[in-house]
C-alpha cells in the first residue's frame, strides 16, 4: 500500500492534519520563547534557564503524561493538558510582551507550561497503531509518514518565527504557539478516531500480564539514546567544524542536509516491505548512523562534511520509526502511548547529553576525535541491540510452549 493509499484509510487525513497542526507548535514554541524571555529581561542567562526549565519539564514528563492518556484516554486526557499548556503559554506571551518582566517569574511559569506539554506525537502513534492495526507493513509506513512530517515541522516551525519576528514582537509567536495547539488538539480529539480510544483503565495490563511498559523495552531506548547522542554532538561538532573554516553561515546548510537525508531516508524505510523484523533491523540502523559519523571524522571540508551529514541523515528516521515499533510491539495496546513517549524521551535526553559533551569534548580532542567519539555511542547501541536479539532467541528456544509466544514477540516476530 502507498502512502496515498494510507491516508485514504477512513478518518486518517482527518486525524493526521489535527495532530501536524497541533505538534506545529512544538516546533514555533522553542525559539518564540528564547527570543521573547530575551527581549523581556535583557539577558541570555535568563533566557537560557527559562528554556532549560521548559525543555526538561516537558521532556522528562512525557511518560507520566502519556501514562494519562493510556488510563483515560485522549478524549478525557488532552483537554485539560492542552488548556493548562496553551494558557501558561498566554501568560508567558503576556509577562514577556513588553520589557521589564522578572526572571524568577517567567522561570516559574516555563517549568509549569513544559510540565503540561500535551503528548500529541505518541498519541497520534497511538491512533496509527488503531487505524492500520497490524497489517503487513501499514504501521512501519504510518510511523516512517508520521516522523518525516514530524521532522519537517520541527524544521519549519523557526522559519515561521523568523517571519513573525519581522513583524511583531517574539512574544506574539508564543501566543501563537498557544492558539495552534489548542486549535489542534480540538480537531484531534473531534475525530472519530481518537473518539474511539477510551482508556485502558488502572488495572489493565499489558501482554504477559505486564503492568509497566519499560520491562522489554530496553533495546528500542538504548538505541534512541545512542541516536540522540549522536544527533546532540552532531550539532555543536557542524558549527565548531565551520567556524574552524571561517564560514560559520554554513552551519544551516549542513544541518539541512541532515534533515533532507533523514526524510528521504524515512520515506524509503516506509515504502520497503521488510522481511526481518523491526527489532532485528534497528541495531543494523544505528551502525549505518555510527559509520556516517565515522566518515564525517575523515571529512577535509565542508562539502564532504554536507555528503556525510545526508548520509547520516538516511540512518536518523529510519531507526527512530523502528524504536517506535519495537516500542509499540512490546507494550501492546495497554501501554502503547508510554512506549512511544518513553522512546521520545530517550531521545531528546541523548540529544541534550550529547550536546553537552560535545561542548566538554571540543575544548580537548581534535575535531575528528570528536566526530569519532559521537560515533561511539550509535556503535554501542548497535552492540547492545544486537546482543538484546541474540538473548531473546535464545529465550525463545529454551522457553516452554506455553512461554513461546512472549519470547517470540521480544524478537519482532509472531508466534501462530
Not at 487505524?131 to 507493513?137: H, S, T
Not at 510491539?329 to 531528546?348: C, D, I, K, S, Y
Request: charged share 10%; aromatic share 6%; with cysteine.
Amino acid at each position: 500500500m502507498s502512502y496515498a493509499a494510507l491516508l485514504r484509510v477512513p478518518h486518517a487525513r482527518r486525524t493526521f492534519g489535527a495532530a501536524l497542526l497541533g505538534r506545529l507548535s512544538y516546533g514555533t514554541v522553542s525559539l518564540s520563547l528564547m527570543l521573547a524571555v530575551k527581549s523581556a529581561t535583557g539577558s541570555y542567562a535568563v533566557a537560557g534557564t527559562a528554556m532549560a526549565l521548559f525543555g526538561a519539564a516537558s521532556v522528562f514528563l512525557s511518560p507520566l503524561r502519556a501514562l494519562l492518556i493510556d488510563r483515560y484516554g485522549p478524549r478525557r486526557a488532552l483537554p485539560p493538558m492542552t488548556g493548562a499548556y496553551a494558557v501558561l503559554l498566554g501568560v508567558l506571551a503576556a509577562l514577556t510582551w513588553r520589557p521589564g518582566a522578572y526572571g524568577l517569574l517567567l522561570g516559574v511559569a516555563a517549568l509549569a507550561a513544559g510540565a503540561c506539554t500535551p503528548p500529541l506525537g505518541p498519541t497520534m502513534r497511538t491512533v496509527w497503531s488503531e487505524l492500520v492495526g497490524r497489517r503487513e507493513g501499514l504501521l512501519q509506513r504510518a510511523y516512517s509518514l508520521d516522523g518525516v512530517a514530524e521532522e519537517l515541522l520541527l524544521v519549519s516551525g523557526p522559519l515561521i518565527v523568523g517571519v513573525v519576528v519581522q513583524f511583531a514582537p517574539a512574544a506574539f509567536g508564543v501566543a501563537v504557539s498557544a492558539v495552534l495547539v489548542a486549535v489542534g488538539t480540538a480537531a484531534f480529539v473531534a475525530s472519530p478516531a481518537v473518539r474511539a480510544l477510551t482508556g485502558r483503565g488502572a488495572g489493565r495490563r499489558g501482554p504477559s500480564g505486564k503492568t509497566s511498559p519499560v520491562r522489554g523495552l530496553t533495546q528500542p531506548l538504548v538505541v534512541a539514546v545512542g541516536v540522540g547522542l549522536a544527533l546532540g554532538a552532531l550539532d555543536l561538532l557542524v558549527l565548531a567544524f565551520a567556524d574552524a573554516r571561517q564560514h560559520a553561515d554554513a552551519v544551516a546548510w549542513v544541518m539541512a542536509a541532515l534533515s533532507a537525508g533523514s526524510a528521504v531516508g524515512g520515506l524509503a524505510n516506509g515504502a520497503i516491505t521488510w522481511s526481518t523484523p523491526a527489532r532485528v533491523r534497528l541495531p543494523f540502523l544505528a551502525a549505518g548512523l555510527a559509520a556516517a559519523l565515522g566518515a564525517a571524522a575523515l571529512a577535509p571540508g565542508l562539502v564532504t562534511l554536507g555528503a556525510a551529514a545526508v548520509t547520516a541523515g538516511l540512518f536518523v528516521a529510519p531507526a527512530l520509526t523502528t524504536a517506535y515499533l519495537v516500542a509499540d510491539e512490546t507494550a501492546g495496546p495497554a501501554f502503547r502511548t508510554q512506549a512511544g513517549a518513553w522512546v521520545n524521551t530517550a531521545v531528546n535526553a541523548g540529544i541534550s547529553a550529547g550536546t553537552a559533551g560535545a561542548g566538554l569534548l571540543v575544548a580537548r580532542l581534535p575535531l575528528a576525535a570528536c566526530f569519532a567519539v559521537a560515533a561511539a555511542a550509535p556503535v554501542a547501541a548497535a552492540v547492545w541491540g544486537v546482543r538484546g536479539v541474540r538473548g531473546a532467541r535464545r529465550t525463545a528456544e529454551a522457553a516452554p510452549g506455553d512461554s513461546v509466544p512472549d519470547a517470540a514477540q521480544e524478537t519482532g516476530t509472531t508466534a501462530r
